[in-house]
C-alpha cells in the first residue's frame, strides 16, 4: 500500500518516531515550523487532522495519533 504523503506530515512522522513519550504542542511548533512557544495558531492541528484523516482512509486506522494531557503520540 502507498500513502501520499506532505513533507510536513513525513516531518511529523519522523519526530513521533524518535520519542518514547507525548510530544507536546509547543516542543511540535518549535520543532517542525520553527514557531515559538507564544504562537497563537491552529497550523499543527489542521495537520495532524489531514494526517489522521488520511492514515484513517488508506489503512483503517483511527488510533495511529493519538493525544493526551502531554502531548501527541503514535
Excluded: C
Excluded at 36 to 55: G, P
Amino acid at each position: 500500500m502507498e500513502l501520499q504523503l506532505t513533507e510536513m506530515e513525513i516531518n511529523f512522522l519522523i519526530l513521533f518516531s524518535k520519542s518514547d513519550k507525548p510530544l507536546s504542542r509547543n516542543f511540535i511548533l518549535k520543532n517542525v515550523w520553527k514557531y515559538s512557544a507564544e504562537s497563537d495558531t491552529h497550523t499543527l492541528e489542521t495537520h495532524i487532522h489531514r494526517l489522521r484523516k488520511k492514515i484513517f482512509e488508506k489503512f483503517n486506522d483511527n488510533n495511529f495519533i493519538k493525544n493526551s494531557d502531554l502531548g501527541y503520540y503514535i
